[in-house]
């Protein structure tokens, strides 16, 4: 069983930054992608962000290219996501999420990921 716990969100003026966090805990060892999603009420999930731990390759949504950056410790087993330059539109509900391996597409397909945080809220105002 693997836990995220994902923490950094609030609520901000567009423009500003925010780092999210993900830590993970417990069997963690087999995963191999990381990946943050977002969902604002009546919106369908997206993912903006992923992550393949073992060789750093990163993935982005074409809506947060430039603007996301995802990364590890990998001695505290977490994942970031930097937000910068904040938009409205970027308003939503964080999740992050854990699958045993990235591939070209993988932030299309969120029911491919087995484990899922609580989630942490960004709120930005215009």
């Known amino acids: 069983q693997v836990q995220l716990v994902e923490s950094g969100g609030g609520s901000v003026q567009a423009g500003g930054s925010l780092r999210l966090s993900c830590a993970a805990s417990?069997?963690?060892?087999?995963?191999?992608?990381m990946a943050w999603f977002r969902q604002a009420p009546g919106k369908e999930r997206e993912g903006v962000a992923a992550?393949?731990?073992?060789?750093?390759?990163?993935y982005y949504s074409d809506s947060v290219k430039g603007r996301f950056t995802i990364s590890q410790d990998n001695a505290k087993n977490t994942v970031y996501l930097q937000i910068d330059r904040l938009k409205v539109e970027d308003s939503a509900m964080y999740y992050c999420a854990a699958r045993y391996t990235c591939y070209s597409g993988v932030l299309r397909y969120s029911a491919d990921f087995a484990y899922w945080g609580q989630g942490t809220q960004v709120t930005v105002a215009s």
């Open positions: 417990g069997d963690i060892y087999w995963r191999d992608c």
């Open positions: 992550l393949a731990l073992g060789g750093d390759r990163t």
